[in-house]
């Protein structure tokens, strides 16, 4: 009786052994995975946030110079109109000259 005791003790004690080992060894196997991923994801975050910056500022380059192009574009609309006003006094006076060489005034 003693025996099958002590047999038994030893089996179980081997068993609660040998599943201590498969526990660890999962429990590690999951954690080299987690650590990976994690480190991973670490990277891609901080990829991420400097992406997020180079974004922002290409955003801010671009506003600056669409406010540029809007500055010359009215600074070009306002010559424009002097250029056309400029002409179309011109084109006034020289047929109110042509009138007056013929005499219509």
């Known amino acids: 009786m ?4 002590c047999l038994t003790v030893g089996y179980q004690f081997y068993l609660v052994r040998e599943m201590d080992n498969t526990v660890g060894v999962e429990l590690q196997r999951y ?3 987690t650590t990976k991923y994690t480190e991973m994801f670490m990277d891609v975050s901080e990829e991420n ?3 997020k910056l180079v974004i922002q500022q290409f ?17 070009w ?10 002409l179309f ?7 109110g000259v042509n009138n007056n060489v013929s005499g219509k005034e």
């Open 31 to 33: 954690n080299d995975t």
């Open 2 to 5: 003693a025996l099958c005791f």
């Open 49 to 51: 946030r400097n992406l």
């Open 59 to 75: 955003k801010t380059e671009n506003e600056r110079l669409y406010k540029q192009v809007n500055l010359l574009n009215e600074h």
């Open 89 to 95: 006094d011109l084109k006034n006076k020289d047929s």
């Open 77 to 86: 609309k306002g010559e424009l109109n002097k250029v056309n006003d400029e």
